[in-house]
């Protein structure tokens, strides 16, 4: 009799720990996308084309799991009633039931499950594939389709893939690609020249050879003119257009500007921005605020600098990026020596 107990008693015991080592295995998908498996498959690659049959019978292999598992708890419950009669048996049966997944998830059983898995993994492949036809009618989880596990639920999360998207990608691919995703959420304010920054003409000042001389040494290839301070722009200088005028006969700005003045809120979303640039085929508008004051500049190459990530000279401009040089200057702005922020 007290064989028999050791003897059900080992059974009970190796039946449990088979159950956990079953449990303990996880069948890993692919990372890569079943699109991507079948472009590759397509080059008759071994490597692609075995894991491509891989993510075909997956779900198998899962349900094949489950029932093994379901058979061995089974099996324990059954032995573990026999074994230490029924009032012991249940109440082990039922700790079994119910901590067998937990102590499955201990994390070194689990690799070591996971190191036996991938040994026996090429034979149940095989295994599923020859009864594909019966693993039809048992199988618990529908036709993998990795694609799912490569949905993204926000940009930045797609964004932080391409980051990371090593060789794939050369580094100017990856910044065309994140700079165009965060494109949508940037400000015509994010990129614009702003106010301090901005060199302008009064419509009164006559371009006579000094000032022609001057406004070349800026740098800029258009100019706003004004008509008394910042908050009244009522054109732009072109100043290639200048080059055509008569230096003998002094003109005033307000006779060689372009008259037509487009302004854009400051608010506004660089893709507004972007298709006003496109509508009008102007290249700079005046940026303002709620009460149509003027807090900056913005050029089409500023939009398009920010969308492709990388800076766009124009062969007039000598000033590279306004708007750092604003960043850095901006605190000897309103900075007397007796000042309060408030």
């Known amino acids: 009799m007290g064989r028999m107990f050791t003897f059900l008693v080992i059974v009970t015991t ?48 899962i349900s094949l799991q489950r029932i093994v598992v379901s058979l061995l708890l089974v099996v324990v419950v059954l032995l573990s009633v026999v074994t230490f009669g029924w009032l012991v048996g249940v109440i082990v049966a039922v700790l079994i039931a119910l901590e067998y997944a937990v102590v499955a998830k201990f994390p070194p059983l689990v690799r070591s499950s996971q190191q036996l898995y991938e040994i026996i993994e090429p034979s149940l492949l095989k295994f599923t594939e020859k009864f594909n036809s019966v693993f039809m009618f048992i199988r618990s989880l529908p036709p993998h389709d990795s694609a799912q596990y490569h949905r993204f639920d ?57 000032v022609l001389s001057e406004l070349h040494d800026i740098g800029h290839s258009r100019l706003p003119v ?36 487009y302004y854009i809120r400051q ?7 972007l298709a006003a640039f496109l509508k009008t085929r102007h290249h700079m508008f005046v940026v303002i605020n709620q009460l149509r004051e003027t807090v900056g500049l913005i050029s089409l190459e500023d939009v398009l600098e920010a969308m492709i990530g990388r800076k766009i000279m124009d062969e007039d401009d000598n000033h590279e990026d306004l708007r750092s040089v604003a960043v850095l200057d901006a605190k000897h702005n309103n900075s007397p020596e007796k000042h309060t922020d408030v």
């Not at 494109?183 to 901005?198: N, Y």
């Not at 608010?267 to 921005?273: F, N, R």
């Open 267 to 273: 608010d506004h979303s660089l893709e507004h921005a």
């Open 154 to 210: 926000s940009r930045e999360e797609l964004q932080e893939l391409i980051t990371n998207a090593g060789e794939v990608l050369s580094e100017d691919e990856r910044k065309l690609i994140v700079h165009t995703l965060q494109f949508r959420d940037q400000r015509v304010d994010s990129v614009m020249t702003p106010r301090s920054m901005i060199d302008s003409i009064n419509k009164d000042e006559f371009l006579g050879p000094l």
């Open 226 to 261: 004004i008509d008394k301070d910042l908050d009244h722009i009522v054109g732009v200088l072109h100043l290639r257009d200048l080059l055509s005028l008569d230096i003998r006969r002094s003109v005033t700005a307000e006779k060689a500007m372009e008259a037509k003045v």
């Open 14 to 61: 190796l039946s449990f720990l088979l159950l956990i080592v079953v449990a303990s295995m996880h069948p890993v998908p692919s990372l890569v996308s079943t699109f991507e498996l079948e472009r590759r498959a397509k080059r008759a690659s071994k490597e692609a084309k075995a894991a491509l049959r891989r993510e075909k019978y997956l779900p198998d292999i």
